[in-house]
């Protein structure tokens, strides 16, 4: 992907600007996954939780602004019209963004964790 012209030079360092935003934004539970041995759909998978509607819609605006910022322009917002849960496609990462109560009910990462190894950015240590 021509994606890395703005000083990212891959997936990992894409990664790091999207857990630092997040972060950065009071995002919850913020967890990684790798999917680079799994599917062709993106290198990375991240799952965070806002507080409220209207912050999963901050946290999805603010991340797709930033990486913008970065140069990139093919960032694609899905959900934001009720935001229980919005996906950020960045290409190599693909963000997903709930409401707890949504983000339970369909446990994600749950699905992915069987293969993957699921990285819980906010304790820096495997899950």
Not at 44 to 65: H, P, T, W
Not at 84 to 101: K, M, Q, S, Y
Not at 114 to 119: G, I, N, P, Y
Request: charged share 25%.
């Amino acid at each position: 992907m021509d994606t890395y012209k703005t000083g990212l030079e891959s997936p990992e360092q894409l990664k790091a600007v999207i857990e630092q935003s997040l972060d950065s934004d009071k995002a919850v539970d913020i967890k990684t996954i790798d999917l680079k041995d799994q599917t062709a759909i993106a290198d990375y998978m991240i799952v965070a939780s806002g507080s409220s509607s209207r912050q999963v819609a901050a946290l999805a605006e603010k991340l797709q602004a930033r990486l913008k910022a970065l140069g990139l322009s093919d960032i694609r917002i899905e959900g934001k019209d009720q935001c229980n849960w919005v996906i950020v496609d960045a290409g190599d990462i693909v963000v997903h963004l709930f409401r707890p109560e949504v983000r339970e009910f369909y446990n994600i990462e749950k699905m992915w964790q069987a293969h993957a190894q699921l990285q819980d950015v906010t304790a820096g240590a495997p899950a």
